[in-house]
């Protein structure tokens, strides 16, 4: 039977830390495994990532030893199911609104009698159906993919939040603090109160219904206020480590250059 070691590794540590992969790439997917990160996140929903690379990728990271999730482009169950298969360890469904939503991306991704997930006993999440029978790979539901809600519109805050709490098989709540400040009226703008209330109303929510907390952060300030809030799986984008650290390298040799001439 397949290891989810998405859910390995959230059992294991009370804050995980994961890569946001914006660039689709296998070796790049080894590389954070070796430098330590928990788990990579494939965005299949803006950087355009196909089920076939979600494939090679997800491949990459178990080749690694490191734990997979990918953001579908949306909840439908078709689209769910094909990213799914691939053995991810987790999925994100974009634009969960309300509790209907949320219904629906647990039911995609669990098999009758729990859910609606399309029966497929030899598909690379179930090793090919070469390690088990299908009644136990059906059944195996600690194997199957942890079910995560992207909460980015105002309307999942103020209208259903409580409900969505409470959808049973719903793991996580992914904190989409950009686009609910878009949806908020202040674009761009995460610390403001209007949005730092309504994240604080989700961490209470989420610690009342045993869901885990999930949310990007960039500087030091930003993981104190996710630490703060109760957020144990912590996410940076791959591209914003890797234009950092190149900046900080590009001005340590303009630095010394500047030294070498004034002297």
């Known amino acids: 039977m397949r290891e989810n070691k998405l859910r390995k590794v959230l059992a294991e540590k009370h804050v995980t830390v994961g890569a946001f992969m914006d660039f689709p790439s296998a070796d790049l997917v080894e590389f954070t495994a070796w430098i330590g990160f928990d788990w990579i996140l494939i965005d299949a929903e803006h950087v355009g990532i196909s089920v076939e690379t979600c494939y090679n990728l997800v491949r990459a990271a178990d080749a690694a030893g490191i734990a997979s999730i990918v953001r579908v482009p949306d909840i439908s169950a078709e689209t769910i199911l094909a990213y799914a298969d691939s053995g991810v360890g987790g999925v994100i469904g974009p634009h969960v609104r309300n509790a209907a939503d949320a219904k629906a991306l647990v039911a995609a991704l669990r098999y009758a009698p729990l859910g609606i ?147």
């Open 117 to 263: 997930r399309g029966a497929a006993a030899g598909s690379r999440a179930a090793n090919f159906g070469v390690t088990q029978s299908p009644r136990d790979y059906f059944g195996a539901v600690e194997t199957h993919p942890v079910a995560m809600a992207l909460l980015e519109d105002i309307e999942a805050y103020d209208d259903d939040l409580d409900a969505i709490g409470e959808v049973e098989g719903l793991d996580v709540f992914c904190l989409g603090k950009m686009d609910l400040s878009i949806s908020a009226g202040v674009p761009g703008d995460v610390g403001h109160e209007t949005v730092q209330a309504r994240l604080r109303k989700a961490a209470e929510v989420a610690k009342r219904n045993g869901k885990i907390l999930n949310e990007a952060v960039g500087d030091k300030a930003s993981v104190e206020r996710a630490i703060e809030l109760g957020s144990r799986m912590l996410m940076g984008s791959v591209q914003s480590l890797l234009g950092q650290s190149g900046q900080i390298f590009i001005e340590m040799v303009s630095d010394v250059v500047e030294k070498s001439v004034a002297r």
